[in-house]
């Protein structure tokens, strides 16, 4: 691994809430060739169903609007070297490794990062499986990355950058390949290019993810790359996931939303450090296992996870508005609370197809493709 590559991978596992700052003032120009159309940056008016241009990514941060940026990144970004090394049980102990190859690396810091998200999963009524995801938290910026790994596959995934604390610099002061090399290592969701989505969910619980058995280590964040990067379905996510150890980055209890394009859908959650998978359409932010932890979580997550259940008992089958409308009705907008809903995704998991909507305002979206 390179030396200013180690340098950009090891911020990312600096972590602290989000900031009332916006992108505006920091982040790199947009490069003209970044856009698709005259304006691509105001989005688009998807209420219809007709057909949108997908937003043409390069290397360049395209700010897309205050708040929320995207880029592409094709290449090698040192994950398969992270993995072979052994992965890491904690943030502090990647920092740790990474001090080992680069003297010079200090001055890193951690913060408590709680937030709350919706995942929906069900039939496209055109064919195929769609996928829906909130990202509740309050106002922070988003850099979405279109990833195009040496080795594996290509994937489109979202991070909140405000997550990532670096002493003595902002991260947007780092050039475009920078940021994007270190979000690929702190991904919430994502999709690749064989439609497997998944999520990161938050539950509130004084219980976290440590297993200590003779596998090698993986944090959250850096699982949701591992499943990007190899699986192409929820049978080799598990497989994926069952050769790790799992530790909870930010030492916080969350499980795991993963959908496929045949149709699976499921959660896996850590109770007690063991590994457990429920199938669900649904995952908000309480524990779906039975058992001594089922139901625990917050009060509003039940009250989320009921609506969208009612959702798909009244129309089994979606379309891509019908999903952007579901994650809608269970916004942050909807419940008097301080928080937002930063993000919503659809992922169409036949055609590649994403759409993103940003701080609840559904009139407007931004198209991807991950294909």
């Not at 910026?141 to 489109?156: A, D, E, M, T, W």
């Not at 902002?170 to 064989?194: F, H, R, T, V, W």
């Not at 030492?251 to 669900?280: K, P």
Request: with cysteine; glycine share 8%; aromatic share 8%.
């Amino acid at each position: 691994m390179k030396k200013h590559m180690i340098i950009l991978i090891m911020l990312i596992f600096l972590t602290t809430g989000c900031t009332d700052t916006s992108l505006s003032s920091e982040q790199s120009t947009p490069s003209q060739e970044s856009t698709v159309g005259e304006n691509p940056s105001e989005g688009t008016d998807i209420k219809s169903n007709e057909a949108i241009p997908p937003l043409t990514l390069t290397t360049e941060i395209m700010q897309l609007e205050s708040g929320l940026s995207a880029v592409k990144y094709e290449g090698d970004y040192g994950f398969e070297e992270f993995l072979a090394n052994g992965g890491a049980s904690s943030d502090e102990d990647v920092v740790k490794y990474l001090s080992g190859v680069l003297s010079d690396a200090n001055n890193f810091s951690f913060g408590n990062i709680p937030f709350g998200c919706s995942t929906i999963s069900v039939g496209n009524e055109n064919g195929g499986y769609l996928f829906g995801r909130n990202f509740d938290w309050n106002k922070c910026n988003v850099l979405i990355v279109h990833s195009i790994p040496k080795n594996g596959y290509s994937s489109i995934s979202t991070v909140n950058t405000d997550f990532i604390n670096m002493s003595g610099m902002k991260l947007s002061a780092l050039p475009a390949n920078a940021q994007a090399i270190i979000a690929m290592y702190a991904p919430l969701d994502g999709m690749n290019e064989k439609g497997l989505a998944v999520s990161v969910n938050m539950i509130q619980d004084s219980a976290t993810i440590s297993q200590n058995t003779d596998k090698p280590d993986i944090t959250t964040t850096t699982a949701i790359r591992l499943l990007l990067n190899k699986a192409a379905n929820v049978d080799e996510a598990l497989g994926l996931l069952e050769q790790y150890d799992m530790h909870a980055s930010m030492g916080f209890m969350t499980h795991l939303a993963i959908a496929d394009n045949d149709g699976n859908s499921i959660v896996v959650e850590y109770i007690n450090n063991e590994m457990q998978v429920i199938e669900t359409p649904v995952v908000t932010n309480f524990y779906l296992a039975e058992g001594e932890k089922h139901g625990i979580g917050t009060a509003q997550s039940h009250e989320r996870y009921d609506i969208l259940m009612n959702a798909l008992n009244e129309k089994s089958t979606m379309d891509m508005n019908g999903v952007r409308d579901a994650l809608s009705s269970v916004s942050k907008g909807n419940f008097s609370e301080f928080e937002s809903t930063e993000w919503s995704i659809v992922f169409n998991q036949s055609s590649g197809e994403v759409r993103y909507y940003h701080r609840e305002n559904y009139d407007k979206g931004y198209m991807f493709s991950v294909k």
